[in-house]
């Protein structure tokens, strides 16, 4: 239909629309109907008259009338009251085994810790630091122990240790989407650091004073983050026991709870915060019967809270519908690569393609990153090098070290001067951005089987092809093909997408990617820095010392190594964590570019809009009810 009849057509309606929202008593019955018939017009008007202005002028109009329904409408009052009286506890009883391991992994890493000290006396000066113990020590011989609470200004105090907790929760928490792996392992070190902490005090004979101390901010600080770690497990759980749920709605769910859960812990946070700033100073003018009395009312607090109270709402029946009843809309589970669709829309769907392929891909990352590591462990520990330290101080030093982290894994990709590299990346990530255009090409033409022998052996070259000219760039001296790898990438992506969905020779492949790459310039390096910001995120949890460090520590304390073998294995270790991490972000920036492949395709061809075009009339056709 030609846009002028369109709008001949429907004018009438518009008008009377438009004359309802001015009313001041409105017919919600037929203002409800024109809207209906008003949005429809919308969605054609999308479809045929994109870049037209009724279609602007229809979109204006839906809007009026949205923001006239919905900004009357009554909001719940109380939503914060409620969130604390009924939801949180309801939330805490559905997520009470997670919290019970919690606290349980929790204890028993204390009693490691203590265990630890028994056998070795100086583990303590290895888990808390040698700096923290020779300064403790020295305390003692001044007869101030707890000095280190004296040690900065009340309010500076208090605001530093809110946001190092919190932080710390945070981050114990967000590790949980790592199977709920990463959270086990935070639990598991800060309850060793706790029981060498308690038991360093007992070889000092002042373990009575230091608990009384301690324990005046411990028992909320502790608290708060064995709660933070159990949410963190109830994340991790919905992604290893989806239940009768997919496992993308399993983690829509699961991770919700957790963040509510998470969230209830700030105010935890804060207290302990205040007590440790403003009172734990004054220990020793403090009797001993106050510090038992905020000691008891914290520890009774938490309990009557996080324990008690979930279990009376349940005997008496939770009035709401649980979380698993609160299911969330689920994404379709095919992507239409037939239409035009923003880098947002790019950027969701993306992650639709992902949870298909994340089976195929993840064994095979772990496996081929894990070969990799051991062949640096073993043969290229002497040249490569991390610049890595334990500790951080602020955020500013957080996103220092994950710049540092990509600066150092920058060496497995200058071949000018370790060509041995060469081959291992080329096999690793060529066989990633196989499966990853693989999947794609399998939505986009309904019948391809990625998986098969055939289809391997048909297009497994592609990616080679790809790889070997990224590998050539790299071989430019110093940081030169590294940047031009960088600013290519976008186009580079295409161009292997276009290889697998076009039957084309790479040379024309490569052209349609650089026009393709750069007449629609905006949106191929708009969703490149998406990717990026993905990719940064995402390395801020894999380098965080929350993780990398604990996880390194934890095995490192179980092994019995020489200098010469510690280096090794030092290697080994980040290299697997460097390129496993690579090897799942990957597939973000092949899968992206290859939605963003068909959307440039329907902008500059728009071959499925005139395949629908062509079926309208035989639609119609079809639908014609004849009379004898």
């Known amino acids: 239909m030609r846009e002028t009849s369109f709008i001949k057509q429907n004018k009438e309606k518009w008008v009377e629309f438009e004359k309802q929202l001015q009313l001041g008593h409105k017919d919600p019955e037929k203002l409800s109907n024109l809207f209906v018939q008003v949005t429809d017009d919308l969605s054609y008007s999308r479809t045929f008259y994109r870049n037209r202005s009724v279609r602007v002028y229809l979109n204006n109009i839906s809007q009026k009338v949205f923001h006239s329904i919905y900004r009357n ?201 205040f007590i440790e700033s403003f009172i734990t100073r004054y220990y020793d003018t403090v009797s001993d019967g106050v510090k038992l009395a905020l000691i008891f009312i914290s520890l009774a607090s938490i309990l009557g809270y996080f324990v008690l109270l979930p279990y009376l709402r349940s005997r008496k029946g939770f009035a709401e519908v649980s979380e698993d009843g609160k299911l969330p809309p689920t994404p379709p589970d095919k992507v239409d690569m037939g239409t035009i669709r923003t880098n947002g829309e790019v950027f969701k769907d993306l992650f639709v393609i992902y949870g298909k392929c994340f089976s195929r891909i993840f064994p095979w990352v772990i496996v081929l990153a894990g070969v990799y590591a051991a062949i640096c462990g073993l043969y290229f520990s002497n040249i490569l090098h991390y610049r890595f330290t334990l500790y951080i101080f602020d955020i500013r030093d957080l996103v220092r070290k994950i710049f540092v982290f990509y600066g150092d894994m920058l060496q497995y990709f200058s071949y000018a001067r370790k060509p041995g590299f060469a081959v291992l990346n080329l096999i690793l990530f060529s066989f990633i951005s196989f499966v990853c255009c693989a999947f794609v090409v399998r939505e986009a033409v309904p019948g391809v089987k990625p998986g098969s022998l055939s289809y391997i052996l048909r297009n497994f070259y592609k990616p080679l092809i790809t790889g ?161």
């Open 73 to 273: 409408r009554s909001r719940k009052r109380g939503r914060f009251g409620h969130f604390w009286r009924i939801e949180l506890p309801q939330l805490v009883w559905e997520s009470r085994w997670d919290l019970s391991l919690a606290a349980i992994i929790f204890f028993l890493s204390v009693a490691i810790g203590i265990f630890s000290c028994v056998v070795n006396p100086d583990f303590p000066r290895y888990i808390l630091g040698e700096g923290y113990i020779s300064m403790t020590i020295e305390n003692i011989k001044n007869h101030d122990p707890m000095a280190v609470y004296k040690s900065a200004h009340e309010g500076k105090m208090f605001l530093e240790i809110t946001y190092n907790n919190v932080m710390v929760a945070t981050m114990t928490f967000m590790l949980g989407i790592f199977l709920g792996i990463g959270t086990i392992g935070g639990l598991i070190y800060n309850g060793i650091m706790i029981g060498a902490f308690q038991y360093f005090f007992y070889q000092q004979g002042l373990l009575g004073m230091s608990m009384m101390a301690i324990w005046l901010h411990g028992t909320l600080e502790i608290s708060a983050l064995i709660i933070a770690g159990g949410a963190g497990l109830a994340l991790g759980r919905g992604l290893v026991f989806p239940g009768t749920f997919s496992r993308m709605q399993s983690f829509r769910l699961s991770s919700r709870r957790g963040l509510k859960i998470m969230l209830g812990t700030i105010p935890i946070f804060f207290f302990a915060a």
């Open 468 to 628: 070997t000219f990224i590998s050539f760039l790299l071989f430019l001296p110093d940081l030169s093909g590294i940047i031009l790898v960088m600013l290519l990438m976008p186009v580079l992506a295409l161009w292997q997408v276009i290889m697998f969905r076009e039957r084309t020779d790479p040379f024309s492949a490569l052209g349609r990617a650089f026009s393709y790459g750069f007449q629609s310039f905006g949106r191929t390096y708009g969703l490149y820095l998406i990717c990026l910001l993905v990719a940064f995120l995402f390395m801020a949890v894999l380098t965080s010392p929350f993780l990398t460090w604990r996880i390194f520590e934890i095995i490192n304390w179980n092994l019995l190594l020489d200098e010469a073998q510690y280096v090794k294995f030092f290697i080994g270790f980040f290299t697997f964590l460097g390129m496993a991490g690579l090897g799942l972000l990957m597939p973000v920036m092949m899968i992206g570019s290859g939605i963003q492949y068909h959307t440039l395709k329907e902008i500059y061809e728009a071959n499925n809009l005139k395949e629908r075009i062509a079926t309208i009339g035989k639609k119609k056709k079809t639908n014609l009810i004849h009379f004898d």
